[in-house]
């Protein structure tokens, strides 16, 4: 879906915005060297890690896979992944789909689209998610609903807050309506978790649309965003060309949807896992708390 | 510097004819300590009298006084670490309210406010603290979330009243408000309120129904702004002065009517003359109250919330 988005070529400067459309799995550096998509400086590999893989020139947040973004985030050596094997089957009989799982297992080396597993952040247990953009555009199908749901269950009966990346063009299309089901298994367990006063908290990566944007994307108890990255249900060139609306620039940005009150911050990658670890703290420590 | 108000003047007087006989006694080496000494005697003197006897009136003007700490000043000066919320999940994200969650002494809480700008242009990105529905519905989020992980809330008040405008009546103000007053009675958590500045309406009940009402003590609260009073009962919104004396909207007029439950000293002359001694003094109002409603039970606690609420107002029944 995210493929077909149009690309309109600029002629004029666009000081100061920051890259709004979504970035093709290309985008995930891998070489020596790597092309800034907003600024076009070329950055070396080690530099860009340094860097957190956001631009020394320009800021601007490339996409980062699910195994870096875990080392991002978790105290070192302390993930443990949950459901490793979990993987898609082809309920639906669609045509080359097995063919597209394959090849996105072969390049990320990762059986879903979604990793999960457990660790710690600043040595406060946490939950951990993260989709990765590169397989299948992130997209969710009944494998990557079950690994998430088993995570939330986890959380749930172990009292565990969970923190998750998103990053997916939604529900995966091959999977049919089943894939769908997977908006609401998830949003079910979620309010097990919710039931259970557990904190649950969504970090909106670049691009987060579709079926994952209308579950549990927008349901953490806080909700975060880096800069620059989409955020929507409806994609810019389904609205145009159904209901031929002009949209602004910056439409369904991090910056644009926080304005509009759907989520808490922007926060910059680099700021990232101190914002993370003090919500874990304020939701860790007991205080003034009434007694039954 | 914060900026003076007309019946300060005297004061301001005597503070410049203390700098100069400063200046001429660098200047010419004649010994004027005995003199100054007697000035600041005197600007003692006058500035308790002054403040003292302020009129209902001069202490509304005092409460709009810009150098008075914002609910951000009180936060940041509470909290040893804070992080803002954004956002009501529905439409906007209202600059007028503020909120987020943070840690005082270690101990986690959650913290709401209307929000004022220092300047003209950070008013007018605030609205000048008038929220829309928006903002309390920003409110409602994070007070359910605060009670959902067992923490307290405490919310500052300083706003001349809710949006009045088409933007905010289109959205539901009178379903925004109202909800929070019906929610804020239920929350299963300890709940205070601080009326820092103005506490105007409905605009300001939004945020306040609350286990303690704490009123500064240059603060006013009532069911309108004095000047719309004025208009409304007198056709003449210049006769707010009159309408202030009557309305009994200061602070120790609270007290007396069993709304506040205490008054918070000022620095003299106001919080803006001393930011710093505010915030401290408010911090630690926060963390004794708070030791003090977490020794109850949370049903003890919401039935003196209820029953708070239960008994105010007067009448006679024949």
Same mark, same amino acid.
């Given at each position: ?232 249900? =409806? ?35 680099? =700021? ?21 | ?17 203390? @700098? ?138 300083? @706003? ?49 129904? @609350? ?108």
């Amino acid at each position: 879906m995210l493929k077909e988005l149009f690309h309109k070529k600029r002629h004029y400067a666009t000081l100061g915005q920051p890259a709004t459309r979504p970035v093709p799995a290309s985008d995930i550096p891998k070489g020596l060297v790597d092309k800034c998509k907003s600024c076009g400086a070329i950055v070396i590999a080690k530099e860009l890690k340094k860097h957190l893989f956001t631009c020394p020139h320009c800021g601007y947040h490339f996409a980062v896979d699910a195994p870096s973004r875990v080392e991002l985030t978790l105290d070192e050596g302390s993930f443990e992944e949950y459901d490793a094997g979990v993987t898609s089957v082809d309920p639906l009989s669609f045509p080359g789909y097995p063919d597209k799982v394959k090849k996105a297992q072969k390049d990320t080396g990762l059986l879903e689209a979604v990793v999960t597993g457990r660790g710690t952040l600043d040595t406060e247990p946490v939950i951990i998610g993260v989709m990765d953009p590169r397989f299948i555009m992130g997209s969710m199908g009944a494998a990557a609903g079950e690994k998430l749901t088993r995570a939330m269950e986890r959380a749930a009966e172990t009292a565990t807050p969970m923190v998750l990346f998103t990053a997916s063009g939604g529900a995966r299309m091959q999977e049919g309506v089943l894939s769908l089901m997977q908006m609401a298994k998830t949003s079910v367990a979620l309010e097990r978790m919710h039931e259970a006063g557990v904190l649950f908290v969504t970090v909106i990566t670049n691009p987060t649309t579709g079926g994952v944007s209308a579950s549990f994307a927008s349901l953490g108890d806080i909700i975060l965003a880096e800069p620059g990255a989409l955020f929507g249900f =409806a994609g810019r060139r389904v609205i145009e060309q159904t209901i031929r609306q002009k949209l602004p620039d910056d439409f369904q940005t991090s910056e644009f949807v926080l304005e509009h009150g759907m989520v808490d911050q922007v926060v910059n990658r680099k =700021a990232l896992r101190d914002q993370l670890s003090l919500i874990l703290r304020v939701h860790a420590r007991k205080g003034w708390t009434s007694a039954d | 510097m914060p900026t003076e108000l007309d019946f300060e003047k005297p004061i301001r007087d005597l503070r410049t004819k203390i @700098t100069e006989l400063h200046e001429l006694m660098a200047k010419s080496g004649v010994d004027l300590n005995g003199e100054i000494a007697k000035l600041e005697h005197r600007m003692d003197d006058l500035s308790r009298d002054l403040y003292e006897g302020l009129t209902p009136w001069q202490r509304v003007q005092l409460a709009r006084q810009p150098g008075r700490p914002t609910t951000l000043d009180y936060i940041h000066g509470i909290c040893s670490e804070f992080m803002e919320l954004h956002g009501d999940r529905n439409f906007r994200d209202d600059p007028a309210v503020v909120g987020g969650i943070g840690l005082v002494e270690g101990k986690p809480i959650t913290i709401i406010g209307h929000q004022k700008g220092r300047d003209t242009k950070e008013n007018i990105h605030r609205n000048f603290g008038m929220a829309h529905p928006d903002g309390y519905r920003k409110a409602l989020r994070l007070m359910q979330q605060a009670e959902k992980f067992g923490r307290p809330v405490v919310t500052f008040i300083d @706003t001349a009243g809710a949006y009045p405008g088409m933007s905010a009546e289109e959205r539901g103000q009178s379903e925004a408000i109202a909800r929070n007053l019906r929610v804020m009675a239920g929350l299963k958590v300890p709940t205070l309120c601080f009326v820092t500045g103005e506490g105007g309406s409905g605009g300001a009940l939004g945020l306040g129904v @609350t286990d303690r009402i704490f009123v500064l003590e240059y603060a006013w609260y009532s069911v309108i702004a004095p000047e719309s009073a004025a208009a409304i009962l007198w056709k003449d919104s210049a006769q707010g002065p009159r309408a202030a004396e009557t309305m009994k909207i200061s602070a120790r007029d609270l007290k007396e009517l069993g709304i506040a439950d205490d008054v918070i000293a000022e620095p003299l002359g106001g919080a803006q003359k001393n930011p710093q001694q505010m915030i401290a003094t408010v911090r630690k109002k926060v963390i004794e109250t708070l030791d003090e409603l977490t020794r109850l039970p949370i049903a003890e606690l919401l039935a003196a919330r209820y029953d708070k609420y239960r008994d105010m107002g007067t009448f006679v029944e024949r």
